[in-house]
């Protein structure tokens, strides 16, 4: 069974907002209370946060599934519903959240970093906050808002000081093991080491972290050997130590074409630049090369053979040995140097500057686009407020869509679509995706009192009528009239014709 995961798929869902009520007071010698509606509680939201007590992402590979509690409903007597609780999931620190497209959404680094996946939906209105002097009993009220749906990536990458890259069985972890309390798994075959391990390294009054990263082959940087696995947990290390095997058997292998393989990998790696401690390209960070099992006679050989053309190459070399710990010491004082000065070169992190933009004059909060999908075009609304108040919208209540529809009109839809180019019957989308509710545009006639005396659930602008008016009744009774008149002069032709005469 698997104990370290550092890739999974999360799937949020936010918390959906609680309906608003429809209520009227009803209380003795009062038969005109008025509405008490209660409004609907808003949703909870599902949040990342970088917990120190977390080093895995083994939970959401088991459950990756959350959805956070929704608000609840709004009550009489106006009683408002409860508020959902967020959902805080702990994550590790060096988490990076993408986008299944691969976009990077959040680099959480640093405790109590946060970051909001699916943010919960809003609470819906009860009748009585929507009353007003002219709507003085609503029958109708808000629905609540459901809850952002959002699929991520989460990604560990390790945060460490220093990383120790080389071939599988090259001896790091063995080396991690002799110079920290780390006791990672160490074995005689390849690919021992699966997952990064940590260790803690004392050189005087420097400490530093020191990551085990596992073994690299040729063709790591396009995933062979799971190497882009492994390859990104060396994005965020400051210092890169080569540990070459001098004691190898493997025809064809030496500590020069190692250190040529892994170079290579290194450069046909593109990791993500922009996250925290990954801005630095890897071809341009400190290095050092350790010759490692110097404790075997022919690999001392090849060590001192070897060394002058490393160093040659401008590159710091030392001969250890992690079983014996020979050369350990200066080993541990360089690598705290070669740290510290990462640390110094290192850029300040930029305060996060709060910039405060005024909202413009003109700014209305939603743009009416016109748009062409074959053979016919449509009017494309978007904007926070117009799509939130179509969610909440109850389509089966008339009174609640024209609500709806003098809200869009105050909000100045209706003169963008005007100034677009609609006319009455286009086609109108408001949102985007599957969420979008599309409908034929009429323009609307604003409330006022007498449209407002109908019963409560209605709208008298939306109701079908079939009471035919004061014009429509007199043109029907002339019309009737006239064909009686007709009648009548048949019967008398008929008669003078003697049709009807009784011989009798």
């Known amino acids: 069974m698997a104990t370290f995961v550092d890739r999974v798929v999360l799937h949020a869902t936010g918390g959906d907002g609680g309906h608003g009520c429809v209520s009227i007071r009803r209380e003795k010698f009062k038969p005109l209370a008025g509405p ?10 599902i949040i990342l946060e970088v917990d120190p007590q977390v080093t895995t992402l083994l939970e959401y590979h088991h459950s990756p599934h959350k959805h956070a509690p929704s608000g609840g409903q709004g009550m009489g007597n106006y009683r408002q519903g409860f508020t959902g609780e967020d959902l805080v999931l702990g994550v590790p620190d060096g988490t990076v959240v993408k986008s299944p497209s691969g976009e990077v959404l959040a680099d959480l680094v640093g405790t109590g970093a946060r970051y909001v996946v699916a943010a919960g939906g809003h609470g819906g209105l009860g009748n009585s906050a929507i009353a007003s002097p002219k709507r003085k009993a609503p029958g ?77 082959i040729p063709g790591a940087s396009e995933g062979k050997g799971l190497g882009l696995e492994f390859l990104r947990h060396i994005e965020r290390c400051a210092v890169l130590v080569h540990v070459l095997d001098c004691a190898t058997l493997e025809p064809g292998r030496d500590p020069l074409s190692d250190l040529d393989v892994i170079e290579h990998e290194l450069a046909a790696y593109g990791g993500d630049i922009g996250i925290e401690g990954g801005r630095v390209p890897l071809m341009e960070r400190l290095r050092m090369v350790v010759l490692n099992k110097i404790d ?27 079983v014996s710990h020979e050369g350990l010491r200066p080993l541990t004082f360089a690598l705290a140097e070669l740290v510290e000065q990462a640390r110094r070169e290192a850029p300040q992190p930029e305060p996060t500057r709060v910039v405060l933009r005024p909202r413009a004059v003109d700014e209305s909060g939603f743009t009416v686009t016109r748009r062409t999908d074959g053979p016919h075009d449509y009017f494309q609304i978007r904007g926070v407020k117009p799509e939130r108040w179509v969610r909440q919208t109850d389509f089966t209540n008339d009174e609640a869509v024209g609500y709806l529809a003098d809200r869009l009109a105050r909000l100045g839809v209706e003169e963008k679509l005007f100034a677009a180019g609609a006319v009455a019957g286009a086609e109108v989308v408001i949102g985007d995706g599957p969420k979008a509710v599309v409908f034929d545009w009429e323009p609307t006639l604003l409330t006022g009192s007498e449209l407002l005396a109908g019963p409560r659930g209605t709208d008298l602008r939306i109701e079908e009528r079939s009471r035919p008016t004061r014009g429509e009744k007199r043109v029907e009774y002339k019309e009737r009239m006239d064909a009686k008149a007709e009648a009548r002069a048949e019967l008398w032709t008929e008669r003078e014709a003697g049709v009807w005469t009784d011989e009798s």
């Open 36 to 45: 008490d509606g209660g409004n609907g509680g808003h949703g909870g939201s």
């Open 140 to 216: 109708f009220a808000l629905l609540g808002e459901p809850g952002d749906t959002q699929d991520v990536v989460l990604e560990l990458k390790t945060i460490a000081d220093v990383a120790l890259i080389g071939y599988p069985s090259a001896g790091k972890s063995s080396l991690v093991a002799a110079m920290s309390a780390a006791r990672p798994k160490i074995a005689d075959y390849p690919f021992t080491t699966l997952v990064p391990n940590l260790g803690v390294v004392q050189a005087g009054s420097s400490r530093y972290t020191v990551a085990d990263v596992p073994g690299l």
């Open 296 to 322: 075997v006679p022919e690999a001392r050989e090849l060590a001192d053979l070897v060394k002058p053309d490393l160093e040659a190459r401008g590159l710091q070399v030392f001969e250890i040995s992690a």
